[in-house]
């Protein structure tokens, strides 16, 4: 049904190709991903309930998260099915791009899933080892960005662009693009890990971080708008704005289900895969600083764990935040769950649209 109404709007009554507009791909693509979601959500949350697939929660943590226990996890599956049909059904399939973030993204959530799978199946606490977990991780990122230096066709597109000032931007080369690349992409999906600890809190954030990169890749690929904002031209990057569309389309249909009280938690196999996501598409368009303004919580919430890990080891015992990650703290300081979900969604509105203001402050 959905390839034929996709097969029916590729062409109006007059004959004009309107398959061919970005801009309406991922309008449909945002909708197809959040119908698909909608329609599969219930079965896979009862697949994993009958299945006995549910969250493990932390004795340290929050006596108040102690009810969560049980909750089915590994929902984050249905986040990538539904972005991987859409983008089967409105992506270029001939773009380049769109396979490597496809490559990313169901790479980093192919180690997730393990990861979730020996935890919550075999009941291994440990799951998939740390340090197998970082080889993967690494040689996934590693390998999209080698790849993507080898695609640069321009010195422009291996420069890191520094934003809100016309004319900086810094060369790095290919070992210092592929370098910085691989700390984006390998860097930002283990910082939306660590930020999914409550009920909705890392994948809103996620679908509004998205549907901004879908506007500087829609600029990117077009000539006209990236010459007039004063940003390198990248052929073919205005696919992605697809791309995030989906992204955004899937998020928020999976946070129908993950809202407060959760029904179904996302696991390391929808929060790796996103991360490493967003921070693929950030690279392609050169916006890496960008993207650090603008998931300025998940940089908050990995920043939060670093410091209270090297305090902690430093001071002999002694800890900076009542709990890390970040979000633990507030809660501990009385914040309700959904207060600290919900403040932490109002700044992370406001920086996206800071981040946005870094194509005409310049």
């Known amino acids: 049904m959905l390839l034929e109404l996709a097969l029916w709007l590729g062409e109006d009554i007059r004959g004009f190709n309107v398959f ?14 959040l119908v698909i979601s909608f329609i599969f959500g219930p079965s896979l949350i009862r697949w994993l309930t009958t299945k006995k697939i549910g969250q493990a929660v932390r004795d340290d943590g929050p006596q108040t998260h102690l009810v969560k226990a049980g909750t089915p996890t590994m929902g984050g599956a249905l986040i990538l099915i539904a972005i991987a049909v859409t983008m089967l059904l409105w992506g270029d399939l001939k773009n380049r791009y769109v396979w490597v973030v496809l490559f990313v993204t ?31 991780t690494s040689a996934i990122a590693g390998a999209a960005a080698l790849y993507l230096a080898l695609m640069a066709n321009e010195p422009a597109q291996t420069e890191l662009i520094v934003p809100f000032f016309k004319t900086v931007a810094l060369p790095l080369g290919v070992v210092g693009f592929v370098a910085m690349s691989y700390f984006v992409i390998n860097g930002t999906s283990h ?49 992605l704005a697809v791309f995030c ?42 916006q890496e600083i960008v993207l650090f303004i603008m998931g300025g919580l998940f940089v908050a919430e990995t920043l939060s764990v670093m410091l209270q890990v090297s ?52």
């Open 106 to 136: 169901l790479g980093f959530g192919a180690v997730g899933w393990v990861d979730d799978w020996r935890k919550v199946v075999h009941r291994d606490p440990k799951g998939l080892a740390s340090r197998w977990k970082y080889f993967w």
């Open 191 to 239: 910082a939306v890990n660590l930020t999914d600890g409550l009920d909705g809190l890392a994948i809103m954030p996620t679908v509004m971080v998205s549907a901004a990169l879908a506007i500087f890749a829609y600029v990117a690929g077009h000539a006209g708008f990236s010459k007039y904002l004063g940003l390198p031209y990248i052929a073919g990057a205005g696919e």
């Open 20 to 33: 061919g507009y970005i801009t309406l791909r991922t309008m449909l693509a945002a909708l197809t991903a």
């Open 245 to 286: 569309g989906a992204i955004a389309g899937a998020g928020l249909g999976f946070l129908w289900f993950n809202a407060y009280p959760a029904e179904v938690f996302m696991g390391d196999v929808g929060a790796l895969a996103l991360g490493a996501a967003m921070g693929t598409v950030a690279v392609i368009v050169r």
């Open 311 to 362: 305090y902690f080891k430093w001071s002999g015992g002694k800890r900076i935040f009542r709990m890390a990650p970040l979000h633990h703290h507030y809660e501990l300081g009385g914040w309700k769950e959904t207060q600290v979900v919900v403040r932490f969604w109002i700044i992370t509105l406001m920086l996206v649209l800071f981040g946005l203001s870094s194509l005409k402050i310049r």
